[in-house]
Every structure is written in structure tokens, then in C-alpha cells.
């Protein structure tokens, strides 16, 4: 079994920033990758940004060059460091886990961009 903590989401003017954190702990055996996803209001879940064992990135292209994605393997925690916030970008925000045993969710943390 795999837990993960996500920690980071509030409410945030537009222009704003916010940092979200996702820990995993329990049984991770190797872990592929990290990411983070994120859902709208009356929307589908949606890719924001991954991040590979190696440190290969991807992003959606809706958020480059305004949110970053790192990790610290040793903690394994993943971070989404999040500038320029629009209020586009309100969602409960969802970190997941690729592991050699499977994929895993974390709760979701929510973000609201509004003045």
C-alpha cells in the first residue's frame, strides 16, 4: 500500500503564487515517475506536469513557463511550484505515482485563483 500527503493548495490572487507538495510513503518499491494532475469544476482530469526517475519533465502546454515541477528522490515528494496563477488554473490538484507495482493517487488539494 501507498500513501500520499499532498500539502500546499489555498486561495491565491491572480498573478499569485503557490507551492504543492505530494509525500509518499508505505510500500514503494521504485518509482517510475511523479506527476501531477489536476480538475476543474465540471471538467475531465488533466495532465499538468510529470516528471521522470531521470528528471525528464513534461507539462501541459496550458501551464508552461509558469509551473514547474522537481523532486526529491530521497524524500520521495514531488513539488509543483506554481507563478503567474490565472484563474484558469482554480482545480483541486491530484499528485500520482508510478510505481513498478502500479499507479496511485493522492486525495487532491485544491487551488483557487481569485481576487
Known amino acids: 500500500q501507498v500513501q500520499l500527503v499532498e500539502s500546499g493548495g489555498g486561495l491565491v490572487q491572480p498573478g499569485g503564487s503557490l507551492r504543492l507538495s505530494c509525500a509518499a510513503s508505505?510500500?514503494?518499491?521504485?518509482?517510475?515517475?511523479m506527476g501531477w494532475y489536476r480538475q476543474a469544476p465540471g471538467k475531465q482530469r488533466e495532465l499538468v506536469a510529470t516528471?521522470?526517475?531521470?528528471?525528464?519533465?513534461n507539462y501541459a502546454a496550458s501551464v508552461k513557463g509558469r509551473l514547474t515541477i522537481s523532486r526529491d528522490s530521497a524524500k520521495n515528494t514531488v513539488y509543483l511550484q506554481m507563478n503567474s496563477l490565472e484563474p484558469e488554473d482554480t482545480a483541486v490538484y491530484y499528485c500520482k505515482v508510478f510505481t513498478v507495482m502500479g499507479s496511485y493517487w493522492g486525495q487532491g488539494t485544491q487551488v483557487t485563483v481569485s481576487s
Open positions: 508505505g510500500s514503494i518499491f521504485s518509482i517510475a515517475a
Open positions: 516528471i521522470s526517475s531521470g528528471g525528464s519533465t
